[in-house]
């Protein structure tokens, strides 16, 4: 398994246990069974006879070609990150939810955007 990958299941289980420790059972739940899902899908894709999509899904990209495929792929998640951020804000605003969430919705809008500048202005420099 990469270390991206590692790292991800890593961050899943620690959270899964922090929810469950702290009586968030769907949380909990939901973040142990993408942490397995995740885990057992990388190591998946690690096996000779994994095709294209299992290798693009689990972040463990073969050759240039699976790069340029999972680039194309994590761009369009990153667009569509983008929009639900601002849909995510509107209906903030518009239900009124308490002042924690108001903050996280603005946290997560704003390092998505900074991260999409700080990416591009990046890569154009690199070529």
Do not use: H
Request: positive net charge; glycine residues 14%.
């Amino acid at each position: 398994m990469s270390r991206v990958n590692t790292a991800l299941v890593a961050l899943c289980l620690i959270g899964a246990v922090l929810g469950f420790v702290l009586g968030e059972p769907v949380v909990g739940t939901s973040l142990l069974v993408g942490g397995l899902i995740g885990g057992g899908g990388a190591i998946a894709a690690r096996r000779g006879t994994s095709g294209d999509l299992e290798r693009l899904n689990a972040l463990e990209w073969a050759d240039e070609r699976d790069r340029t495929a999972g680039v194309k792929g994590l761009a369009v998640v990153g667009a569509v990150a983008l929009v639900l951020g601002i849909v995510q804000l509107a209906i903030v605003a518009i239900a009124g939810v308490e002042q924690t969430a108001r903050f996280m919705a603005v946290g997560m809008f704003l390092a998505l955007a900074a991260s999409w500048f700080f990416a591009n202005w990046y890569f154009v420099r690199r070529g």
